[in-house]
């Protein structure tokens, strides 16, 4: 695709976020083949992650975030279910889910500002994962507000290093995600 058709598809900002579901065989490419159908339409893929399913190994699950507008993505998760190695694909928008996501954070703390940080550590229920001289790791769970509240409130005290893991989610009720 040229760049002009790439920026003429670029997908604004104000769209929703979807997060969709998709579980693979476990083989080569098939990753690669996923993210081209969402590249083609010049949609940028948020997160990504992707895990082995524990009950059966020949599988595996994509978890995908991305922005864009309902009767294309829904489109384009038609054209994900066709793909050879693709099992099933679903856009979990609207549906009664639960999600989390898992942040690392690392914060240069002086001993005079970590009453501070352990307190605010605290209320988010973010566990210290490492503690050294002049830094500190600090692991949370839970949403992906949460997550970016949390780590707004720890800015001015000097993040050096972040990681998230991308959103997980999973059905509720009996229903397979």
Known sequence: MSTALAAAVTVPEGNPLHTISVLVRNQPGV????ALVF????????????????????F???????????????QMIRQVAKLVDVV???DHTGQSVVETEIALIKLQ???SERTEILQIAEHYKAKVVDCGT???ILRVTGGSEKLDSFISLLRPFGLVELV??????????????
Request: glycine fraction near 10%; proline fraction near 5%; hydrophobic fraction near 35%.
């Open 31 to 34: 990753l690669v083949r996923v």
């Open 39 to 58: 590249a083609r339409r010049g949609y940028n893929i948020e997160s990504l992650v992707v895990s082995p399913d524990p009950t059966d190994a020949g």
């Open 60 to 74: 595996s699950r994509m978890t995908i975030t991305c922005r864009g507008a309902a009767d294309t993505l829904e």
């Open 88 to 90: 099933r694909a679903i």
């Open 109 to 111: 703390a002086e001993v």
């Open 134 to 136: 002049g830094s500190l």
């Open 164 to 177: 998230r893991s991308g959103k997980i989610l999973m059905t509720r009720g009996p229903e397979a995600t």
